[in-house]
T-cell receptor
Framework: EDQVTQSPEALRLQEGESSSLNCSYT??????LFWYRQDPGKGPEFLFT???AGEEKEKERLKATLTKKESFLHITAPKPEDSATYLC?????????????FGKGTLLTVNP | GAVVSQHPSWVICKSGTSVKIECRSL??????MFWYRQFPKQSLMLMAT?????????EQGVEKDKFLINHASLTLSTLTVTSAHPEDSSFYIC?????????????FGPGTRLTVT
C-alpha cells in the first residue's frame, strides 16, 4: 500500500526565516511526486511534479527536490503570504490512471 | 496552468435530499477526473475515478449507489450525493489530469462545501 508521511505537521517561521518541509514516501514504483499548496476553504493549487531521484524544480521562493525515499520543499526567505497547508502526494507506476495518494500536509505559518 | 471549476461552491440541503455537484475543465479536455472529499484538518481522500464514457471506479469503502458519478463529456463530470445525511457533510473537490505519458500535471477545482442539516 502506498504511504506518504509529511513532517512537521505544523511549522511557524518568522518572515525571512528559511526552512524545509519533508515528505517521506513508500510506493511500489514512483511515477510522480506532487506538491500542492492549499489555502483554507479552497482546492489544492498545483506547485510541482517530480519524476525521478535527483530532480529539482523551483518556483519563486520554493524549491522541491526528490530522492528515492523522500522529497523536500525548501522555502527561502518566506513571506506571510506563503502561509498555507502544503500537501505532498505520490502516484505509483503500473496503474492505468493517475490516482494520487496524499499525505496529511504541513501547516505553514509565516509571521511578519 | 489549466483551470478546473466546480459548481456550486457551497450548498446546504436537508437530510434525505440529493445534491449534484458539477466539475468542469475550462480550457482543456479531461478524459479522467477524480473526486475527493476532505474533512476538517484532514487530507484529501480519493472517492472515485471518473472516466469519460464509462463507469466510475470507486475506492474501497465508498458506496457507489450513494455517490453517483457521471462523466458525460470530456469537460464535465458530476457527483450526486443521494439521500444525503449529516455525516455526508464535507468538502468535495474534483481534479483533472493534463498531459499524457510520463509527464503530466493534475489540477484541482476550488471545492464544494456540502452541509446537510
Amino acid at each position: 500500500e502506498d504511504q506518504v508521511t509529511q513532517s512537521p505537521e505544523a511549522l511557524r517561521l518568522q518572515e525571512g526565516e528559511s526552512s524545509s518541509l519533508n515528505c517521506s514516501y513508500t510506493v511500489s514504483g514512483l511515477r510522480g511526486l506532487f506538491w500542492y499548496r492549499q489555502d483554507p476553504g479552497k482546492g489544492p493549487e498545483f506547485l510541482f511534479t517530480l519524476y525521478s531521484a535527483g530532480e529539482e524544480k523551483e518556483k519563486e521562493r520554493l524549491k522541491a527536490t526528490l530522492t528515492k525515499k523522500e522529497s523536500f520543499l525548501h522555502i527561502t526567505a518566506p513571506k506571510p503570504e506563503d502561509s498555507a497547508t502544503y500537501l505532498c502526494a505520490v502516484q505509483a507506476s503500473g496503474g492505468s490512471n493517475y490516482k494520487l495518494t496524499f499525505g496529511k500536509g504541513t501547516l505553514l505559518t509565516v509571521n511578519p | 496552468g489549466a483551470v478546473v471549476s466546480q459548481h456550486p461552491s457551497w450548498v446546504i440541503c436537508k437530510s434525505g435530499t440529493s445534491v449534484k455537484i458539477e466539475c468542469r475543465s475550462l480550457d482543456f479536455q479531461a478524459t479522467t477526473m477524480f473526486w475527493y472529499r476532505q474533512f476538517p484538518k484532514q487530507s484529501l481522500m480519493l472517492m472515485a475515478t471518473s472516466n469519460e464514457g464509462s463507469k466510475a471506479t470507486y475506492e474501497q469503502g465508498v458506496e457507489k449507489d450513494k455517490f453517483l458519478i457521471n462523466h458525460a463529456s470530456l469537460t464535465l463530470s458530476t457527483l450526486t450525493v443521494t439521500s444525503a445525511h449529516p455525516e455526508d457533510s464535507s468538502f468535495y473537490i474534483c481534479s483533472a489530469t493534463v498531459g499524457s505519458g510520463p509527464y503530466y500535471e493534475q489540477y484541482f477545482g476550488p471545492g464544494t462545501r456540502l452541509t446537510v442539516t
